[in-house]
């Protein structure tokens, strides 16, 4: 079965780094666009960037262009995202998503951006 789990989450402080890892199974990774989006309490889940299936294109929401980067293995089938000048309006869980014509989400990791 499709499962996408992700780790790498945690607390940190303003200005710091983290990086999320989702690691995918069940299906033929390389074929698919992978996506990462978050959510706080309250507000609708958002997209935060997705990439394509082998990694040539990248897209971002607007209020993390410059700061996060995603990025993808096949041989590992794991999608990463790096996320740099953390800010506290960055505090979330985030989620990795596929469509394999249902949608997959994985179960989410906390991010906490508080000093």
């Known amino acids: 079965q499709v499962q996408l789990v992700e780790s790498g989450g945690g607390l940190v402080q303003p200005g710091g780094s983290l990086r999320l890892s989702c690691a995918a199974s069940?299906?033929?990774?390389?074929?698919?666009?992978m996506s990462w989006y978050r959510q706080v309490p309250g507000k609708e889940r958002e997209l935060v960037a997705f990439?394509?299936?082998?990694?040539?294109?990248?897209n971002y929401a607007d209020s993390v262009k410059g700061r996060f980067t995603i990025s993808r293995d096949n041989g590992k089938n794991t999608v990463y995202l790096q996320m740099n000048s953390l800010k506290p309006e960055d505090t979330a869980v985030y989620y990795c998503?596929?469509?394999?014509?249902?949608?997959?989400w994985g179960q989410g990791t906390q991010v906490t951006v508080s000093s």
């Open positions: 998503k596929t469509y394999l014509g249902v949608v997959y």
């Open positions: 069940g299906f033929t990774f390389s074929r698919y666009l």
């Open positions: 990439i394509s299936t082998d990694g040539s294109a990248t």
